[in-house]
C-alpha cells in the first residue's frame, strides 16, 4: 500500500483520491467463505488494508485527509479518501 500511494503521490500536484476495500471482519470472513468453493468467481480478489495504514502511507507521502467517504452496492462497499498537500 505504501509504495503505491507513494507512486501515486509523486506524479499528482494537488490531490489524490484512494478507494480500497476496508480490512474488517466482516470482509475477512467474506474472502475466507469464498475460498471454501472451488473457481475464480467465489471470492474477491480485492486487498483489504486497514484505513489507519492507508492514512499513514498518505502522511509519509506528505497528504492529509481532506474528505472520507463510504460507497458500496448490495454486497461490496469501499472507503474514499480524498488527500490534498499537507
Aim: zero cysteines; glycine letters at 8%; hydrophobic letters at 40%.
Amino acid at each position: 500500500m505504501a509504495g503505491m500511494v507513494s507512486h501515486l503521490a509523486s506524479i499528482t500536484k494537488e490531490r489524490l483520491i484512494i478507494s480500497f476495500a476496508p480490512d474488517t471482519w466482516y470482509y475477512r470472513g467474506l474472502k475466507r467463505f469464498g475460498e471454501l468453493f472451488p473457481g475464480p468467481s467465489k471470492t474477491t480478489r480485492a486487498y483489504l488494508h486497514t484505513e489507519e495504514a492507508v492514512l499513514k502511507a498518505l502522511g509519509e507521502a506528505g497528504f492529509k485527509p481532506a474528505r472520507t467517504e463510504m460507497t458500496g452496492t448490495n454486497f461490496y462497499f469501499s472507503r474514499l479518501i480524498e488527500a490534498v498537500r499537507a
